[in-house]
């Protein structure tokens, strides 16, 4: 079964499970694990950060940024199709008693002067604005990258309102790689982000938040609070090491499967590409062939592949490290019969 539904289904490679067997380890809430220690200082060094913090998910360390930087009751700003707004099950205001600012953008890109426009005057009737959080690549619009000039536009915006930004880097090296750019070209424009070491870096579990020492010393605690201590976590955190080290420069293989993915379905009969793919992610309108989505992909299970709904009317399919260019080529050969 050739597996398009997401890149968090790959699996560890043969050097991550050799690393994660024979990893050193100690009690990372003492802050004893080696290992651990050494993945947060590459970590930190990579993304041009004082400090990083392993963390079990993408969603717990967003959750950790809003909740290191923001008190109950105030506003963040964030994209209307955002990751942290879209999927992280309102846990922004579960957990951190915030509420959305939402801003419509364009392929993930907010317009700066929107959102200088959100940001709340000094009013008892009005939270305070005390976040600003940017996603990049950006999912719901298919892995389409945030330019670093609108980062920058807003990054000025927040420093001159005296507002931290937070990048949701759940993809961010996909981002750097399909632009030829080093990751802190983007981390920068930032006070926090957060990256996967799963998903296209291809490791089973965890990602990093980075940040100033002060900022990563209040999200271990909050880290803790949830129960996000762990105990010998560098056998996790071999893979992630692998991750930094093999991972990033193949990203481009996936980029590359996606596109010609892309551009086989821009000639079928029926199907509509809603997005040129940037990265990773390619995402088809099937409406013009009279399927719903779970007839769509029941038909194209059984023909081997599998993708995931996206919307009414729209199916996502994601490559990464375990799909071939021959499984790609199997992919187009069965929504081709699909659609037929």
Known sequence: MIDLRSDTLTQPTKEMRDAIYTASVGDDVYGEDPT?????????????????????????????????????????????????FFYEGAAIS?????????????????????????????????????????????????????????????????????????????????????????VTDYTQYCESVQFCLSKGLGSPVGSILAGDKKFIQKARKWRKRLGGGMRQAGFLAASGIISLTKM????????????????????????????????????????????????FLERLKQEGVLAVSFGEGQIRLTTHYDVSDEDINHAISAIRRVVR
């Open 94 to 182: 579960a957990l951190a008693g915030v509420q959305p600012r939402v801003i419509e953008g364009v392929r993930g890109e907010m317009d700066p002067v929107s959102v200088k426009q959100a940001i709340r005057s000094d009013d008892i009737h009005f939270p305070d604005t005390t976040l600003i959080c940017l996603e990049n690549t950006h999912n719901r619009s298919g892995g389409s990258v945030v330019s670093l000039d609108n980062m920058k536009k807003i990054y000025d915006v927040a420093q001159e309102a005296g507002i931290p930004v937070h990048i949701d880097g759940a993809r961010l090296f996909n981002a750097a790689v399909a632009t030829n750019k080093n």
């Open 248 to 295: 990033v420069d193949r990203l481009s293989e996936d980029h590359d499967k996606a596109q010609k993915l892309a551009e086989a379905i821009e000639g079928m009969n029926g199907l509509e590409l809603v997005n040129k793919p940037d990265t990773n992610i390619v995402i088809i309108n099937i409406e013009n062939t009279k399927q719903k989505n779970e007839e």
């Open 36 to 84: 651990i220690n050494k993945l947060e200082k590459m970590a930190a060094e990579i993304t041009g950060k004082e400090a990083a913090l392993f963390v079990t998910s993408g969603t717990q360390g967003n959750q950790l940024a809003v909740l290191a930087q923001c008190s109950p009751g105030d506003e963040i700003i964030v994209e209307s199709e955002s990751h942290i």
